[in-house]
């Protein structure tokens, strides 16, 4: 078997992908592995935003993704203290389906850790 060097786990930062990232944390750490953990925010939801919202001030975008940045930031530091696991954060930007597989592989994931179920309908269509 071939052992794990990296973990990467993506989160939506719901409840349910939290746990997935604490899993991923758990593994990692006990496999020596190196963590990173990555959430995608879709812009194309952001763009269903503006539509809904017509006037949406770019500071509002802005400030909507600094704080999921901050909850990503946030989530890396519990898993520190929790676990004594450090953890890379990474925010990025595109279609989950493209942004998370193409991250795997820039880091030569060995695994990709991701919860079952995800944030709800209103965060989904506000931000990915």
């Known amino acids: 078997m071939t052992p794990l060097r990296t973990v990467l786990a993506a989160t939506d930062l719901s409840g349910p992908a939290r746990q997935a990232a604490r899993r991923a944390a758990q593994l990692a750490r006990d496999a020596g592995a190196a963590l990173h953990v990555v959430h995608v925010v879709e812009l194309s939801r952001l763009e269903s935003l503006r539509r809904l919202l017509a006037d949406l001030p770019v ?14 930031r946030a989530l890396a530091s519990t898993l520190h203290e929790e676990l004594g696991i450090a953890a ?3 925010t990025r930007s595109g279609r989950v389906l493209q942004a998370l597989p193409a991250h795997a592989d820039a880091l030569d994931a060995d695994l990709i850790v991701l919860g079952a179920r995800g944030a709800g309908v209103l965060r989904y269509v506000m931000l990915g």
């Open 59 to 72: 500071q509002m975008e802005d400030t909507m993704i600094g704080a999921e940045r901050g909850e990503l």
């Open 88 to 90: 890379d954060a990474q």
